[in-house]
Nanobody, 126 residues
Framework: QVQLVESGGGLVQAGGSLRLSCAAS????????MGWFRQAPGKEREFVAT????????YYADSVKGRFTISRDNAKNTVYVQMNSLKPEDTAVYYC???????????????????WGQGTQVTVSS
């Protein structure tokens, strides 16, 4: 069984920064990409960013481009998202996810991902 465990969420003032981490563990799986999504109360799960495990190519949602940076540590099987210039509208539960099958595109839809973490709350106060 593959486990994804997020950490690093919390409460921060607008303009502040947080770094989320997501560590993959459990049975060995072919990791093609990992990504971050978020879900605010009453809203659908929203794509944030994704990174190819091989090569490190990244892709971001327009709403976070220039403020968030996704990165990975292959040796630790861990993906990060550095979130700067946070806004109240960034408040949500943030989920990491992993793609365990070959995929030619940069995965940005929830159904493209095979494994999910439990989520970590990020709250940005105004």
């Amino acid at each position: 069984q593959v486990q994804l465990v997020e950490s690093g969420g919390g409460l921060v003032q607008a303009g502040g920064s947080l770094r989320l981490s997501c560590a993959a563990s459990g049975r060995t799986f072919s990791n093609y990409a990992m990504g971050w999504f978020r879900q605010a109360p009453g809203k659908e799960r929203e794509f944030v960013a994704t990174i190819r495990w091989s090569g490190g190519r990244t892709y971001y949602a327009d709403s976070v481009k220039g403020r968030f940076t996704i990165s990975r540590d292959n040796a630790k099987n861990t993906v990060y998202v550095q979130m700067n210039s946070l806004k109240p509208e960034d408040t949500a539960v943030y989920y990491c996810a992993a793609v365990g099958h070959p995929i030619p595109t940069m995965p940005q839809y929830p159904n493209e991902y095979d494994y999910w973490g439990q989520g970590t709350q990020v709250t940005v106060s105004s």
